[in-house]
């Protein structure tokens, strides 16, 4: 079975740092991009960042540039997204998921397949 | 940055109706769009990739039409499991990113 096994629930003060994990199993972990997306709470998806597995390539949405950090260790099949000093306002539930390319005709389309079942980060004081 | 913006923002409806949720580009994004659902406390999953191709496993009654930067998804005969939030995402540039969402409720 595919799968992307997520770390549990983290709570945390401001200032602190923490480092969230996501684990592939069931498939070629190196072959498929991870996406992280946060979802703050009531609020809608938003797209984080990726990383390839395969050479640890990084891309980050400008939102969240120099805020978090994408990593990956690709010896345990395991992405990660971290923070050196959390802010209340990182109070969220990140999602890791796999990308998904599919040919339809001649291009290839990209969406998320599988996902973990969500970190939820607290951060208070 | 190309912006997604869904609509309406939330709409309630009956087991049986047909519902219409629209999502628009901020510009030509082809037919680089998928669409998910997300049930409360779920992972989002996906139901529509390249606009209107139906994810393997999704039921029939879910379907996608649009190109460029007008997009449309359609449920026909809503169920009990359908209630959820619906996002739509374009896929066109590399940061993917997400609409708002709209918020299916029961009547």
């Known amino acids: 079975e595919v799968q992307l096994v997520q770390s549990g629930p983290e709570v945390k003060k401001p200032g602190e740092s923490l480092k969230i994990s996501c684990k592939g199993s069931g498939y070629s972990f190196i072959n498929y991009w991870i996406v992280w997306v946060r979802q703050m709470p009531g609020k809608g998806l938003e797209w984080m960042g990726i990383i390839y597995p395969g050479d640890s390539d990084t891309r980050y949405s400008p939102s969240f540039q120099g805020q978090v950090t994408i990593s990956v260790d690709k010896s345990i099949n395991t992405a990660y997204l971290q923070w050196n000093s959390l802010k209340a306002s990182d109070s969220a539930k990140y999602y890791c998921?796999?990308?998904?390319?599919?040919?339809?005709?001649?291009?290839?389309?990209?969406?998320?397949?599988?996902w973990g079942e969500g970190t939820t980060v607290t951060v208070s004081s | 940055d190309i912006q997604m913006t869904q609509s309406p923002s939330s709409l309630a409806a009956a087991v049986g109706d047909r519902v219409t949720i629209g999502c628009r580009a901020s510009q030509n994004i082809n037919n680089y769009l998928s669409w998910y659902q997300q049930r409360p406390g779920k992972a989002p999953e996906v139901l529509i990739y390249?606009?209107?191709s139906l994810r393997s496993g999704v039921p029939q009654r879910f379907s996608g039409t649009g190109s460029g930067t007008d997009f449309t998804l359609t449920i026909s005969d809503l169920q009990p499991e359908d209630f959820a939030t619906y996002y739509c995402q374009q896929s066109y540039s590399g940061r993917m990113v997400f609409g708002g969402g709209t918020k299916v409720e029961i009547k």
């Open positions: 390249a606009a209107s």
């Open positions: 998921a796999r990308r998904e390319q599919q040919k339809v005709h001649v291009y290839y389309h990209y969406y998320m397949d599988v």
